[in-house]
């Protein structure tokens, strides 16, 4: 009989959505991934689906309008990548695309280099594998 179980632990989540969302990325994996809550196909379509629990904006920055869409494409991508479904070396393609929805957004382009610098700088950690083991 196997006494190990497998867990994660988490974080409280501000924010839940409310319908499906879909976005056009330039991360094309090589199979297509579905897990329960994001599915990103060979085409690079990313579809984030409704109930996606995620936290926003992070450190010193504020959640506004400008921010919460690249949050949440963001957050679900550093999720992919925690769970091993991209490669770490995504993570460049992930961050540069938080910068360019924010300017999309109507984020100025200073504040969205300052943000990009910000998960370049710290946003590593957060895409490990954080899949823990007991007893």
């Not at 109930?51 to 920055?61: C, E, K, L, T």
Request: one cysteine or more.
């Amino acid at each position: 009989m196997d006494l190990t179980i497998s867990y994660k632990k988490r974080r409280k989540y501000k924010y839940t959505l409310f319908s499906d969302y879909e976005h056009c990325t330039t991360i094309y994996p090589s199979y297509p991934i579905v897990t329960r809550f994001i599915d990103l196909d060979m085409s690079g379509v990313l579809t984030i689906k409704r109930n996606y629990a995620w936290d926003g904006a992070s450190g010193p920055v504020f959640d506004t309008r400008r921010i919460m869409r690249g949050s949440l494409v963001h957050d679900a991508l550093y999720q992919l990548m925690r769970e091993e479904h991209l490669p770490q070396k995504a993570r460049e393609n992930v961050d540069w695309l938080l910068r360019e929805i924010c300017i999309e957004d109507g984020m100025p382009k200073f504040n969205a280099d300052l943000v990009y610098l910000a998960v370049d700088l710290f946003g590593g950690n957060f895409t490990k594998l954080d899949l823990l083991h007991a007893p």
